[in-house]
């Protein structure tokens, strides 16, 4: 009878992705005549997972269970998970593997009775030979108890390149419920694909290094599967999904003789949509390849990542190593040609972390914070809504640079103790996923506690005026000038304000309270400015909270204007024109009387002149005279008419009673 392993991923509301490496040793192990299932705990409800593997194990009766802990983040809830598992089926082994698992191996089998092996680095040979009741002092990368004593083996072994080219990384049908899991990747970047193990770089603050494989694997050097091999899982993959997503590139070469091959093969040529993490600067030939190799769909983007970590030159290059450093003119330069090559067929995410070593005291946070503005306030004047930029908490992996630091820095004696520890103190998560649950242990030692939590929620706040209110964060910016409107701000939340309940609407009224009390010299230059400006979003936010109901939806025979569903005011707040003539002081800018309607969640725009064909909604005349009224009106334009006409047509219920 053969032997049976059920490897289990743990359970996180944020961390869907299994480990890539999963498949493949699902793959050996059947090669090897050792059967196996992976159950992954974070595809389910937060209630049910445990039942669910439970009632797997009853069925399948493994001889092993294998507990993945690779993320860090889910190191708590994959112990958790051990000790219910032993409780329930005590005469199951259970082994632990992954990076984290690698990197905490002697800790893990002192603290936790319910793990009886850890494997170190690549786990394809050390748990075949495990399972296969090979004598544990033979078997290489394993650790294991013996007479009270941690004993770990002297012997190393990693994976060559013949057995990486032997394997399939995308038998999806290893895993339980595989249709779910790819719904739920698919809403992510997609379906991962598995080039090789290993780097040759060592950026500070990266957990799959040079150094930190050396730390959480033994492993020396890097390995790539042959093109032909990754060709073979593409082809396969697609009886299951056409989304994927590559964050391996520590050789350009590579990657070009990779787009080459799908290019060259008419079985996959356009069949999948790539989402892509870039590690250098994308160039013409990449593009290109990308533009003719891969599908691209307008209602869902490719997503591509480029990550320059910091804004400031100098900065980055003490972050990112030499071959992966470019400066701030070579990433615009980067994607300026991605936008004219693939156009709106993309989103290009700008990834920016906080917490470096170089980002030491508060000034150099927040000229950070103010570049990262400057930035987002070019997208938001120009209109690039296919460029996104993204600020979040730098990630301390097991094993990076930056992990000994912190280690040094907390003089813990315990690694298991420290993260579990910061795993603890970040829950529950920030309302909304307004900051990244991207687990942060390390920060430079200059920052106490108190500052990194004001900046926190400096940042926390920021983030909920760009996703709720864009146009009140950016034109108040641009009246006071960002310094001003972060001394605002700080002044608020530091009083007022609490992470775990941020509130728009009572932040704007905040906002506004403290401009009339901190800067009333400023406030009384143009009272109207201020005082529209927050009307306006006040009675926005109040529409976007109010459920469209079928009495609303409703055909109304003779409707009237909702008063609550529009606003006159002195400035068009809303256009970009409006928002660059700020520049030249809110006191040289022209009024110009502008109606504004709220549907759903956005405002319209419409010139005050427009205002008297709203009032024909009085109670007094059904629709379709007052449609016909519209037909006869003298408007400027062509597209001003069918842009009314359309809007009246579709939105009528929305603004009328």
């Not at 445990?50 to 993945?68: A, R, S, T």
């Not at 190593?321 to 989103?347: C, D, E, T, W």
């Not at 301390?396 to 910061?422: E, I, M, N, Q």
Request: aromatic letters at 14%; charged letters at 25%.
């Amino acid at each position: 009878m053969n032997k049976k392993i059920l490897i289990v991923n743990g359970y996180s509301d944020l961390w869907k992705y299994i480990p890539m490496g999963t498949f493949g040793l699902c793959d050996f192990l059947c090669q090897q005549g050792i059967e196996s299932k992976i159950f992954n705990a974070a595809i389910y409800n937060k209630n049910e997972y445990l039942v669910n593997l439970k009632h797997v194990i009853d069925e399948y009766k493994p001889d092993y269970i294998g507990i993945v802990i690779h993320w860090k983040e889910l190191l708590e809830n994959c112990i958790s998970l051990s000790y219910e598992i032993k409780s329930l089926f005590p005469r199951i082994k259970i082994v632990a593997g992954g990076m984290t698992a690698g990197f905490l191996d002697e800790e893990l089998l002192r603290r936790f009775e319910s793990i009886d092996f850890v494997i170190k680095g690549d786990p394809e040979k050390p748990l075949s030979m495990l399972i296969n009741n090979n004598v544990a002092a033979h078997i290489p990368n394993l650790a294991y108890r013996q007479d009270g004593r941690i004993i770990k083996s002297s012997n190393i072994y990693t994976v060559d390149k013949k057995t990486l080219n032997s394997i399939s990384f995308t038998k999806l049908g290893f895993l339980i419920d595989h249709e779910e899991y790819i719904t739920q990747v698919n809403n992510v970047l997609g379906f991962p694909i598995f080039i090789g193990r290993g780097c040759i770089y060592d950026c500070l603050h990266c957990g799959g290094s040079r150094k930190a494989f050396q730390a959480h694997s033994d492993r020396q050097s890097a390995i790539r599967r042959d093109i032909p091999y990754v060709i073979r899982d593409l082809k396969r993959l697609l009886a299951y999904t056409d989304n994927i997503y590559i964050d391996y590139e520590v050789s350009l070469k590579y990657i070009y003789d990779l787009f080459t091959a799908v290019l060259a093969d008419n079985t996959i040529t356009k069949k999948y949509r790539l989402n892509y993490c870039a590690w250098h600067l994308m160039d013409y030939k990449l593009v290109d390849l990308y533009s003719r190799a891969f599908k691209f769909d307008a209602r869902e983007k490719s997503i591509i990542g480029i990550s320059p970590e910091t804004s400031l030159n100098k900065d980055r290059k003490i972050i990112r190593v030499k071959p992966l450093y470019f400066s701030n003119k070579q990433m615009h330069q980067a994607i300026k040609l991605i936008q004219q090559k693939l156009g709106r067929a993309v989103v290009i995410q700008i990834f920016y972390s906080r917490y470096y070593s170089t980002q030491n005291n508060k000034k150099k946070l927040m000229l950070e914070l103010e570049n990262i503005h400057r930035f987002r306030e070019r997208l938001y004047i120009s209109g690039e809504d296919n460029l996104a930029i993204m600020y979040n908490h730098l990630a301390t992996d097991v094993g990076s640079f930056y992990w000994d630091l912190a280690f040094k820095h907390y003089k813990r004696p315990s690694r298991v103790g420290l993260l579990l520890s910061f795993i603890r103190k970040s829950k529950p998560s920030y309302p909304n996923n307004l900051i990244m649950d991207n687990l942060c242990i390390y920060s430079p030692g200059q920052l106490s506690e108190d500052a990194k939590f004001k900046h926190e929620t400096l940042i926390a706040c920021i983030d909920l005026m760009l996703r709720e209110a864009p146009g009140y964060y950016f034109n108040l910016t641009k009246a006071l000038g960002f310094s001003r409107f972060t001394v605002l701000l700080e002044g608020v939340a530091s009083k007022r304000i609490s992470l775990n309940n941020i509130n728009i609407a009572y932040l704007i009224d905040a906002l506004h309270s403290g401009l009339k009390n901190k800067y009333k010299s400023h406030y009384n230059k143009n009272p109207v400015f201020f005082e529209e400006l927050f009307v306006l979003y006040m009675k926005c936010l109040r529409i976007k909270r109010i459920n469209v109901n079928d009495k609303q939806k409703c055909f109304i025979e003779k409707p009237i204007l909702d008063n609550n569903k529009f606003y006159v005011s002195s400035y068009n707040f809303i256009h970009r024109k409006f928002y660059r003539s700020l520049s030249k002081g809110i006191n040289n800018i022209k009024i110009n009387k502008t109606l504004n309607i709220f549907c759903l969640n956005r405002i319209y725009i419409f010139e005050y002149k427009y205002f008297k064909i709203f009032k024909l909604f009085n109670g007094k005349r059904p629709v379709k005279d007052i449609l016909k009224k519209i037909a006869e009106y003298d408007f400027s334009s062509r597209d001003e008419f069918i842009r009314l006409f359309s809007f009246i047509s579709s939105y009528r219920y929305w603004f009328t009673i």
